[in-house]
């Protein structure tokens, strides 16, 4: 039997199509199998209340596990009452905004611009600022942005390790 124009086209068009399939099939097991997830990192999880003293007006505990959500800090002004917190100046925010911007490169990545940066930052007020100064000033989400280009474990190594070892919040003296 001879083949014609019409069966190769048909074959030819099978095994595309079953390429295809098993692409899918490979890509949405390897989504499943991977090991550390830091998509529940900026889940907000369930807000506690708390009512201090003779007030009865409840006050919204902070998410402490998310310094990357921008309004961290209001929240934790709000926690804290009248106390005072110190915070990132936005002139450096904005310097280190445009050094994470920069970090990522065309070819080569600079993962020592990262922890350099996370590396400075004293508490986690200073990251929530540092968060926010880079959407106003790239009009992305920092974490996203830093995702885009690093593996998990360099995110756990320069990001995500560093940050949880820091406080929430320091007072002005």
């Not at 190594?157 to 949880?164: G, I, T, Y």
């Amino acid at each position: 039997m001879k083949m014609t124009k019409t069966m190769w086209w048909t074959i030819g068009g099978a095994g595309i199509a079953g390429l295809g399939v098993g692409a899918y099939f490979f890509m949405k097991h390897r989504k499943k199998v991977k090991g550390t997830s830091f998509a529940t990192i900026s889940n907000p999880g369930k807000p506690v209340q708390v009512i201090r003293g003779g007030s009865a007006t409840p006050v919204v505990e902070p998410n402490w596990k998310n310094p990357f959500d921008m309004n961290y800090i209001k929240d934790v002004k709000k926690w804290l009452g009248s106390k005072r917190i110190k915070e990132l100046s936005p002139g450096a925010a904005s310097t280190y905004a445009l050094q994470l911007k920069k970090a990522k490169g065309r070819f080569n990545d600079d993962e020592q611009a990262v922890e350099h940066v996370f590396k400075r930052l004293r508490d986690k007020t200073q990251v929530a600022s540092l968060s926010k100064a880079f959407y106003f000033n790239h009009k992305k989400d920092m974490w996203q942005y830093l995702r885009g280009f690093l593996s998990d474990s360099e995110m756990k190594k320069l990001v995500h390790d560093p940050v949880r070892q820091l406080p929430n919040y320091r007072l002005l003296t």
